[in-house]
């Protein structure tokens, strides 16, 4: 039940502090506190949103909460950047510590013996379509983490050894898209247990750098750190969520 409640509340995170948060905003919130504030008001109106199917007090109460802590969260990470630059540690920090919250309130609800159940005409509805509700919601949960939150990640984890790193000039979402399709094709394979086939994928895609790569040592460093944390990334979130 645990796993259930946290994938409930990690999807409204995902969604509110990554898909429904620009560059534009990100890059304003670092500069002026009502950014600050526009993005939680976001943040909770997402969190909002994918509570009501399981409408009820305690849901919205824990959704208060957690939006709360987010504020609470990104105001002290706005005041730090205010007088240091903000880093690849103060995002992991901020994000772990968004996770703790949600891990938190996911262990009060079950503690505390809440049932999650959905509103009995949407379930009726879903059933039509969907037998397993709850694998519904883990693979949900699992791509949406997979796709702009685990880009944004990796480039923040990877930034500093990117050849040319202060160089404001955008790169392009190239490569982003083809991390997000490397790590769907790494789930599905590790989903039918073919561990062996996502040799074949790193492969592939090493093969259409491979004149960069033995050409460019530092290049070829940044290439395998960015390959290897993506992979990692991807085979973490598989069998935290999915198994």
């Not at 990690?10 to 509110?16: D, K």
């Not at 993005?39 to 909002?48: A, D, M, P, T």
């Not at 103060?90 to 262990?107: E, F, K, N, P, R």
């Not at 009726?124 to 983490?145: I, Q, R």
Request: glycine share 4%; hydrophobic share 50%.
């Amino acid at each position: 039940m645990f796993k259930l409640f946290f994938i409930v509340f990690l999807i409204p995170h995902a969604l509110g502090d990554f898909y429904w948060q620009s560059d534009k905003l990100a890059q304003k919130k670092a500069k002026s506190y009502r950014y600050v504030m526009l993005h939680s008001l976001l943040y909770f109106l997402v969190f909002i949103i994918c509570m009501l199917p399981f409408w009820s007090m305690p849901l919205i109460a824990t959704a208060l909460i957690l939006a709360t802590s987010h504020l609470l969260v990104d105001s002290i990470k706005f005041m730090y950047a205010i007088k240091w630059k903000e880093n690849q540690v103060t995002y992991s920090i901020d994000q772990l510590i968004h996770i703790l919250c949600i891990a938190v309130a996911s262990g009060y609800l079950v503690i505390v013996g809440y049932e999650l159940s959905m509103l009995p005409t949407i379930k009726n509805a879903l059933a039509t379509v969907v037998t397993d509700f709850e694998a519904l919601l883990m693979w949900t949960g699992f791509v949406l983490l997979l796709l702009k939150p685990a880009n944004i990640t990796i480039r923040q984890i990877t930034e500093k050894y990117r050849p040319g790193y202060g160089n404001s000039e955008n790169s392009g979402n190239a490569g982003a898209l083809i991390g997000s399709l490397e790590r769907l094709i790494i789930a599905l394979l590790l989903s039918i247990g073919q561990y062996a086939a996502i040799g074949l994928v790193l492969t592939a895609k090493s093969v259409a750098r491979y004149n960069k790569i033995s050409e460019d040592k530092q290049f070829a460093e940044y290439y395998l750190l960015g390959t290897l944390t993506s992979t990692l990334y991807a085979v973490i979130a598989f069998f935290v969520i999915l198994r």
